[in-house]
Nanobody, 125 residues
Framework: QVQLAESGGGSVQPGGSLRLSCAASGYPVSLSLISMGWFRQAPGKEREGVAGIDTYGNTIYADSVAGRFTISKDNAKRTLYLQMNSLKPEDTAMYYC?????????????????WGQGTQVTVSS
C-alpha cells in the first residue's frame, strides 16, 4: 500500500508561484519503483492530468501548464513536488497527487492506483 499526503496549497495572486509537495509512505515504498503524477479538479469540471514523472525521471506535462510548471521528485525523501510559476486564475483547483507501481508516464487518471486527499490552490487578485 502507498499513502500519499499533499501539502503546499494556498491562495496566490496571478503571476505568483507555489510549490506543492506530496509525501509518500508505506512499505516498501520507493520512488525509484513508483511513477507519480499531479492532477487537478476545478468545481464543475472533470479531473485533468497536469504533470507526470516515471521511475526513470522522464516527465510529461499538459499543454496548459508546459513551461510554467515543473514536476520533480526526491527519492531519498520519498517526496514529489510541483513547482508552479506564472499562475493564472484558471489554475485554481484542488490538486491531487497520484502513484502507480512501475514505469508509467501518464496524464490519465485511471492509470494510477493510489491517490492523496488533495490540496487547494486558489489564484485570484
Amino acid at each position: 500500500q502507498v499513502q500519499l499526503a499533499e501539502s503546499g496549497g494556498g491562495s496566490v495572486q496571478p503571476g505568483g508561484s507555489l510549490r506543492l509537495s506530496c509525501a509518500a509512505s508505506g512499505y516498501p515504498v520507493s520512488l525509484s519503483l513508483i511513477s507519480m503524477g499531479w492532477f487537478r479538479q476545478a468545481p464543475g469540471k472533470e479531473r485533468e492530468g497536469v504533470a507526470g514523472i516515471d521511475t526513470y525521471g522522464n516527465t510529461i506535462y499538459a499543454d496548459s501548464v508546459a513551461g510554467r510548471f515543473t514536476i520533480s521528485k526526491d527519492n531519498a525523501k520519498r517526496t514529489l513536488y510541483l513547482q508552479m510559476n506564472s499562475l493564472k486564475p484558471e489554475d485554481t483547483a484542488m490538486y491531487y497527487c497520484a502513484a502507480v507501481w512501475g514505469a508509467r508516464r501518464s496524464l490519465v487518471a485511471h492509470d494510477y492506483t493510489y491517490w492523496g486527499q488533495g490540496t487547494q490552490v486558489t489564484v485570484s487578485s
